[in-house]
């Protein structure tokens, strides 16, 4: 029989403290598990996806936007480089993350925009993609040996006629801008320039320089300028819609006669679908700002032969369903199928 002590002891008032304690132990752990689920974002490192090489002119531009993130948000940014197959590993990637905001992309213009039309297999849609803004677009000069006669392109494409077997371009990869956009001149124009791929600007500059091919189109960056400018190449017009301020001389497509290309080459950042609206709005804001600053555009985006371009997120998909019309008209023009 138990005493009056014991009964005491597991009584009402027993529960009752027990239950308090309890109570007031679990909402402490809750309380704690709340605060740092609520953390705001960001509360740990983003990984940002480049599908290009690592090294090149696009790297160093993630890296550095990567460097601004940072700054402006707080925490660092690790690139990943995910190259190959027309840029669309990256895009698979990126497809592939979890759209929590700790994976940012940075696309291209053949990621969204050109692809889609090129390609029955790909593994990802524009829609898998959320536009964040848009970082920079460049344009290309239309690049000749000095051993190439003529000082014009009508003059260039008198040649090509005579001499298909010796109009050879470089492309930076089958199904790239520079592909395309060379055929659409030779469609356009009727001159006969053969197609030679490289795996990227380095080897075919390589071949330029050593004959294998007579022309390239690359983005005027310094070396390229300097080339021009020093007497070492020639080039005959800007690839694209509107004269560059740092090659004044040089004639746009439109000036030469021929209809506009109206396709530019851009590259942007992205985020998986789904990642949540406030993360996209507050990364977009991070990068805008990052760069609008003029000593980051002198040294990593106007350096490199490309123009600032920053939009929000909304203004960029606007942007995008225009461009996919755009690049639609290039591949058709070019006659370039890779189904």
Known sequence: MSTPAEITFFGPTFFRTSCLRFCAAAALLTAGLGGSLAQPYPNRPVKLIVPYPAGGPTDALARALGEGFREKLGQVVVVESRPGANTSIGAQACKASE????????????????????????????????????????????????????????????????????????????????????????????????????????????????????????????????????????????????????????????????????FTVWFGMFAPAGTPKDIIEKVSAALRETVADKAFQAKYITASGMTAVTNTPAEFAAFLKTDDQQAADLVKTSGVTLK
């Not at 090509?160 to 010796?166: E, G, L």
Request: hydrophobic share 45%.
């Open 99 to 262: 759209p929590d905001g700790y994976t940012l992309c940075m696309l291209a213009s053949t990621t969204l925009s050109v692809n889609p039309h090129l390609y029955d297999d790909l593994r990802y849609t524009p829609a898998d993609l959320a536009p964040i803004t848009n970082i920079a677009s460049a344009v290309a000069v239309f690049m000749t040996r000095n051993d190439v006669p003529g000082k014009t392109f009508a003059e260039f494409i008198d040649w090509s006629k005579k001499n298909p077997a010796k109009a050879n371009y470089g492309s930076f990869g089958v199904g790239g801008e520079t592909h395309l956009m060379a055929e659409w001149l030779n469609k356009k124009t009727g001159a006969r320039m053969t197609h030679v791929p490289f795996t990227g600007f380095a080897p075919a500059l390589i071949a330029f320089d050593g004959g294998e091919i007579q022309v390239m189109m690359p983005v005027a960056i310094p070396m390229i300028i300097d080339r021009i400018r020093n007497g070492e190449a020639k080039a005959l017009f800007v690839v694209g819609d509107k004269r560059l301020a740092v090659l004044p001389d040089l004639p746009s497509i439109p000036e030469l006669g021929l209809p506009p290309i109206g």
